[in-house]
């Protein structure tokens, strides 16, 4: 049997977003909910993966070590209320170097079915931006926006994508998923 997978982005969908980019642990505030919508799709037996655009590595803004003591902080956050993050993928790269893992490019998601060992087309992919959006839809897999972060502006602006489920945030999504899974 596959895993039960659900893809997130993060800057926006978890934590609060930052024009400045999250350049430290301390920048790195959960949206309220956010943690805890984890910690139930966790409970109700899904591997929880984040994929995000991280150019500010690139940028000179942020290093790897200090990325990675972002994601520990997230990781140590969760795991106070029993959650976890199965995986965390990222793309480093400034958008001009043309790689094949920035978000709508789909490397990070070829990754993600080659080390999870699944198809992806019924997992959610969970993202604020319409960069998301599209990424989800060339995989293919089923695209959920949610309006927290660049998400309402991203409504706002691109107004076909009304067309895609979408929700206030994270926990409202989750709470949809779960829903529909009981159906």
């Known amino acids: ?15 609060h977003e930052s024009l400045e980019y999250i350049k ?15 910690a139930k799709l966790n409970n109700a037996g899904y591997k929880v993966i984040i994929a995000t655009n991280q150019s500010g590595v690139a940028r000179g803004l942020y290093t ?37 893992c920035r978000k709508p490019k789909l490397g990070m998601f070829k990754k993600i079915q080659q080390q999870f060992n699944n198809d992806l087309s019924e997992v959610y992919f969970i993202g604020d931006s319409k960069t998301d959006i599209k990424a989800a839809l060339d995989l293919p897999c089923k ?35 779960l829903s529909a899974e009981k159906a």
């Open 64 to 100: 790897l070590e200090t990325l990675s003591k972002i994601h520990r902080k997230l990781k140590h956050e969760l795991n106070k209320i029993n959650g976890e993050i199965a995986e965390i993928f990222y793309c480093p790269h400034h958008p001009d170097d043309n790689c094949d």
């Open 1 to 15: 049997m596959k895993d039960k997978l659900i893809i997130l982005d993060r800057d926006g969908v978890i934590n």
């Open 24 to 38: 430290s642990e301390d920048e790195f505030i959960p949206i309220e909910g956010s943690l805890e919508a984890i």
């Open 143 to 177: 695209p959920i926006l949610v309006l927290t972060g660049k998400g309402q502006q991203t409504l706002n602006d691109n107004p076909e994508l009304a067309e895609i489920l979408n929700f206030t945030d994270l926990a409202e999504a989750v709470d949809y998923i």
